[in-house]
């Protein structure tokens, strides 16, 4: 019982330090908007990180090529709406916007995952769900708004941005939880990055050339960083952990990721929280955590599958998990 006590807490120490990785997406991507548009980072990001999963992706050729026609549309989907134009939509956010208000609203997308769970999966809801949905919602307008009004521009127009990225990734989560019965979770991953390629080219294609001038050495340093620091290094650091960890715990790990983005905007951007938004933020918090632990409790170990959902939280990442 020791070693195992011991085990899961290593497990939670390799979760926090995930967590705090995927942390620092927006210091590397904010710098990296003033010189490139969204859409070029994202497909740049995704470049990168394609010519490494390239190799992995072919040794493990025997999971995808068996796929049906309608999983392929599933991954196609996740690829083009999950990781392609959800990206970019959080990018943009991140760029004409507060980027701790674009990472909080993150938080949102177990709101989204459910309830397209429930229409399109007829996963069971109930009234717990729809009470805790209610609390979320408003949580999210807190963070989205504050105490005024929305409008269409300026910060309000930046949160509508982040909005649709966290719908978008909880739209991957259903199709996601449909996939992962023929595909492993990285093999997945691997194809939600490659397969974007297409769609963000020829998005690049049709907003014309924005290269002309090269790209400078500091910023082929910040799309490395943001592709390998928390994209790569955070979901491998991660899943070590996770898998001796409870998920109830794990869930509570999870909140360093907007606990060091925040404290890290703040520190390099000095972009501040309101008061609302952070009381926005406790609220979509507890609700999650709430809905972990009303799903896993301290009695039942967690796994890769079971809380993949959890990465999710990184713009490149997918979840998969159901919410009731």
Request: proline share 4%; net charge positive; aromatic share 10%.
């Amino acid at each position: 019982m020791v070693a195992v006590s011991k085990r899961r807490s290593t497990g939670l120490v390799w979760v926090t330090a995930g967590a705090c990785l995927w942390g620092t997406d927006t210091v590397f991507r904010r710098p990296l908007t003033a010189h490139l548009d969204s859409i070029t980072i994202v497909l740049l990001e995704h470049l990168i990180l394609s010519l490494v999963l390239l190799p992995m992706l072919w040794s493990r050729r025997s999971e995808w090529t068996q796929l049906g026609a309608g999983k392929w549309v599933a991954v196609i989907g996740i690829a083009w709406g999950g990781s392609a134009l959800a990206t970019v939509l959080f990018t943009e956010a991140v760029r004409t916007g507060n980027p701790s208000t674009a990472v909080l609203l993150q938080k949102s997308q177990p709101m989204f995952a459910g309830l397209l769970a429930g229409i399109f999966l007829s996963e069971p809801l109930g009234i717990r769900f729809f009470s805790r949905l209610a609390v979320a919602t408003a949580g999210a307008y807190l963070i989205s708004f504050g105490v005024q009004m929305p409008h269409i521009a300026g910060a309000s127009a930046a949160s509508f941005l982040a909005l649709g990225a966290a719908g978008l990734w909880g739209a991957s989560t259903v199709l996601g939880r449909y996939v992962l019965g023929s595909l492993t979770p990285l093999t997945l991953t691997a194809l939600r990055i490659t397969i974007a390629l297409p769609m963000l080219a020829a998005l690049a294609l049709y907003r014309g050339p924005v290269l002309a001038s090269g790209i400078a050495g500091r910023q082929v340093l910040f799309l490395l960083l943001v592709a390998f620091v928390p994209g790569l290094a955070g979901l491998m650091v991660y899943y070590r952990g996770l898998r001796g960890s409870y998920a109830s715990r794990a869930a509570v790990a999870e909140l360093c990721f907007p606990a060091t983005a925040v404290l890290l905007n703040w520190v390099f951007f000095d972009t501040r929280i309101s008061a609302a938004q952070g009381a926005g933020f406790l609220l979509l918090a507890a609700t999650m955590v709430s809905w972990s632990s009303a799903k896993s409790g301290p009695e039942r170990e967690t796994d890769c599958a079971t809380h993949f959902e959890a990465l999710s939280d990184h713009p490149l990442l997918l979840e998969n998990k159901e919410y009731h």
